[in-house]
Antibody, heavy 119, light 112 residues
């Protein structure tokens, strides 16, 4: 069955960077792109961007563009989301999800990774 | 960006009664292939979101048939025919037609 397994919780200081991984299994990795979605505690879902697992093409949300980089490693079926220049506003649960634009294939989510930014 | 506006934001429902959530998009959601990529997600407390409905009205595998989606143009609706205790959580609509992908604010369903 399709699974997306994310890396563990992180605690970072303001100004630092964080890199979260999302390892896929149960399907052909390059057939589907991965979106990253974050959720501040008690708030809604915020789409951050999408990366094609086939071409590496990315599309980022404006409010994180310039600070976020999404990449894939086809040899390990893993997608990475790196966010730089962290502030307390970046404290959230980060999810990877197999979904994208014009995509109605079965939708799967990772378990979420809590990133806490605190001095 | 396509703004997705949900209502109500809070929905208290008696067990066994129906529930309805509205989602309005700021522009049409017809993709270049003619499909409408308007989806509904459920997020139960402490869990990752789960897609319930895709392309307006198609139920995902394993989703109870008490959930249904409808709509056209810029107005879409998620209906639950008879609310059960396991339906408690937050429901989001999402458009996957235009970059950037956008979500509604979420509707919190609770049992009265």
């Amino acid at each position: 069955q399709v699974q997306l397994v994310q890396s563990g919780a992180e605690v970072k200081k303001p100004g630092a960077s964080v890199k979260v991984s999302c390892k896929a299994s149960g399907y052909t990795f390059t057939s589907h792109g991965i979106s990253w979605v974050r959720q501040v505690s008690g708030q809604g879902l915020e789409w951050m961007g999408w990366v094609s697992a086939y071409t590496g093409f990315t599309n980022y949300a404006k409010n994180v563009q310039g600070r976020v980089t999404m990449t894939t490693d086809t040899s390990t079926s893993t997608t990475y989301m790196e966010l730089k220049s962290l502030t307390s506003d970046d404290t959230a649960v980060y999810y990877c999800a197999r979904m994208g634009l014009g995509d109605s294939g079965s939708c799967h989510w990772g378990q979420g990774t809590l990133v806490t930014v605190s001095s | 960006d396509v703004v997705m506006t949900q209502s109500p934001l809070s929905l208290p429902v008696t067990l066994g009664q129906p529930a309805s959530i509205s989602c309005r998009s700021g522009q049409g959601l017809v993709y270049s292939d003619g499909n409408i990529y308007l989806h509904w997600f459920q997020q139960r407390p402490g869990q990752s979101p789960r897609r319930l409905i895709y392309e307006v009205s198609k139920r995902d595998s394993g989703v109870p048939d008490r959930f249904s989606g409808s709509g056209s143009g810029t107005d879409f609706t998620l209906k639950i025919s008879r609310v059960e205790a396991e339906d408690v959580g937050v429901y989001y609509c999402m458009q996957g037609t235009h970059w950037p992908i956008t979500f509604g604010q979420g509707t919190r369903l609770e049992i009265k």
